[in-house]
């Protein structure tokens, strides 16, 4: 399965994927990768973060397998902040809807029926500001990125001109 989103929403899912099939093939198979793949301009588009198990690429960052100074510790940390904001996504995504929290015993055209509503009616519920139960309300102190970076369009220079000039 993989899933984007955007502010605590869902943008895309795809959930028609076996459980075995790994993160990163959903994603380079997905329409989202093949949008990116042609129309990623740079900064201005932002950048997605994936886990060590994704490529960095030009659009999408990973954290530093292997650290070798403060600056890069630093830009782990932020990254990994940073993708938490999915994992508390799948926590409401999974309060709202206890049926997230197991295997769901049906076919699966069906389960894959049950994801999309589930995340169609989560998007309702934001959108409605509907409250959950021990909502936090975490702010968001990503700060714009607003220097332009001139080089190679290759997801490690990126990743490196981000850590020089932020961490």
């Known amino acids: 399965m993989h899933i984007n989103v955007y502010i605590g929403k869902f943008i895309n899912i795809d ?23 042609t129309h990623h301009r740079g900064v201005e588009d932002g950048y997605l973060l994936g886990d060590s198990g994704y490529a960095c690429s030009r659009f999408l960052l990973t954290p530093y397998l292997n ?4 600056s890069e510790e630093a830009f782990n940390a932020a990254h990994c902040r940073t993708r938490n904001t999915i994992e508390r996504v799948f926590g409401w995504w999974k ?10 015993r049906m076919k ?6 049950i994801i999309g509503a589930c995340a169609i009616l989560h998007n309702i519920a934001l959108s409605l500001r509907e409250e959950m139960e021990d909502d936090d309300d ?3 102190d990503n700060a714009a990125l607003n220097v332009a970076y001139r080089g190679p369009e290759d997801g490690r220079a990126i990743r490196n001109f981000i850590t020089r000039t932020y961490f």
């Open 67 to 70: 650290p070798g100074n403060d």
């Open 108 to 113: 699966p055209a069906k389960v894959c029926k």
């Open 138 to 140: 975490d702010q968001n």
């Open 15 to 37: 959930a028609q994927w076996p459980g075995s099939t790994h993160d990163s093939h959903i994603f380079r198979s997905s329409e989202v990768s093949t949008f990116l793949e």
């Open 95 to 104: 309060r709202r809807f206890h049926v997230l929290h197991s295997e769901i």
